[in-house]
DNA sequence: CCAACCTTGACATGGCCGTGGTAAGGTACC
DNA sequence: GGTACCTTACCACGGCCATGTCAAGGTTGG
């Protein structure tokens, strides 16, 4: 058979025998077995295992992210929900005029007024 | 300004006063504050953290994946990454012939590039 | 000036992630 | 048929996430 078992494509890789199981059972890679259960990495898992490392060190997040990335992938309508949030970004809470807010607003809560005449000079963190 | 204070805030999203600072350093949310420094929530910010609750509820994920999300957002390298990754998904190696192993491989990579290609001319601003 | 509220910082905890190890048992193949 | 390799399952551990809580000190507004 061309395909490696495991602990050759560990070291063909870089991953570890454990990680490679691990990252099977994370669902990030399809593998095909042998009769008797043994996992075979051909040419293509291992291309994409080479890529999947360079892809964690070069851009410094781990399995998991890469878990949610395909849900995104997977479920519009969680990316939808994610893009209305992101789209939605508020610019920093501004001054809205005085007089508005104040004739909404002035029932509900005595108001900070002063405070929130100021508010826009700061910047720390 | 009809801003709330933290603990307030805290009792009107169903947040924790703590969570919400949690939040804010976390970059999810911007403020503004006060003169002296308090945390001043606006109907915006209220608002933004209710949508909040009800996304990692209905979703089932949290702050890191909502952070990571925006990474995929602003940074389109580590978009395009992932996006060539997820392409490349293979077929289960079982039913392909040894023979075809090399032809398939090739195939992959010639969509690879292409597709790295295409990405690269729609992103050159 | 004072009570109530806010700030940052630190310690604590439970849970999941990434990783290693080991044990008990099946497979490959010479 | 024996040796080397594979399988699954479980225990462990350090790290980070999401939270809570507490302490020491500053802000707010009557």
Redesign the interface.
Known sequence: M??LTINEAARTTGWSPRMLRYIERAGLL????SAGGYR?Y????L??LR??RE?LA??G?GLA??G??????S?PE?RR??DD??E?E?A??E??A?DD?LRW?QE??Q???A??T?????E?V
Chains 1, 2 share one sequence.
């Open positions: 061309d395909a399809e593998l095909s077995r075979l051909g040419p293509a898992q291309q994409r890529t999947l892809l070069r851009f997040f992210e890469l949610f990335a395909r849900r995104l992938r479920e969680l929900a994610l949030w992101f939605t508020p920093r809470p001054f809205i005085p807010w607003e509900k809560h108001a900070l007024i405070a929130a100021h508010a826009n000079q700061l720390a």
